[in-house]
């Protein structure tokens, strides 16, 4: 069965970007902070450079990732990571209204507007048995809310931003448990990954 996994670096109060969709250069300083490299599918456009325990937490997130699922507000941010994501997946976009200037053509995104749900299953279905990932955000929340997340990876960085974006965003007021994580120390990083329980 594919697993669906959330992950993004979160400063220490919570955020995936500070105000004004600032702090990513904070937020993303681990990823080059050591001298292991783990290259991406696209190395040339994404090589990682961490210490031991994070290049091996890496490896596995590239390796047994299948597909993404992301909401319109990160596409736009990454300006669609310039016509593919890094990780070299299908990537599916969450959104009420796709992009007039895009075109999906030779090009690894789709845009789903029928909401989140529908996008993982869409991802599953391409996936290859692999694990499906979610981007940050108010995507993370509505899968949690709809029971259709089975970990989560919180890549936390020793920073606050003071406002911005939420990893959790969007949750309903329904208590939910999380197995003990598994713990990784990068350098300037630590990798918590927490089962649904």
């Known amino acids: 069965m594919t697993r669906v996994f959330a992950q993004a670096s979160v400063s220490l109060d919570g955020y ?14 681990w990823c080059t902070a050591g001298d292991v490299e783990t290259p991406t599918r696209q190395p040339d456009r994404l090589t990682y450079r961490t210490n ?17 699922v992301v909401g319109r507000r990160q596409f736009d941010q990454t300006n669609g990571w310039g016509g593919s994501h890094p990780l070299g997946v299908p990537v599916f976009v969450v959104t009420h209204q796709p992009p007039a200037d895009w075109s999906t053509t030779d090009t690894p995104f789709s845009f789903v ?8 299953e869409k991802a599953k279905a391409v996936a290859g048995g692999k694990q499906v990932g979610i981007g ?26 003071g406002g ?14 999380f197995a003990t994580p598994r713990v990784i120390e990068g350098i300037g990083v630590t990798h918590l990954s927490y089962q649904l329980s």
């Open 136 to 161: 940050p955000g108010s995507t993370v929340g509505q899968a949690l809310r709809a029971g259709l997340l089975d970990e989560l990876r919180v890549d936390l960085v020793p920073v606050t931003l």
């Open 113 to 120: 507007t029928d909401g989140v749900a529908a996008a993982i």
């Open 16 to 29: 995936i970007s500070g105000p004004g969709g600032t702090g990513f250069d904070r937020l993303f300083a």
């Open 52 to 68: 031991s325990a994070t290049a091996a937490y890496l490896r596995e997130l590239i390796d047994e990732t299948g597909a993404i």
């Open 164 to 177: 911005g974006v939420r990893m959790l965003d969007g949750l309903d007021d329904q208590p939910r448990d």
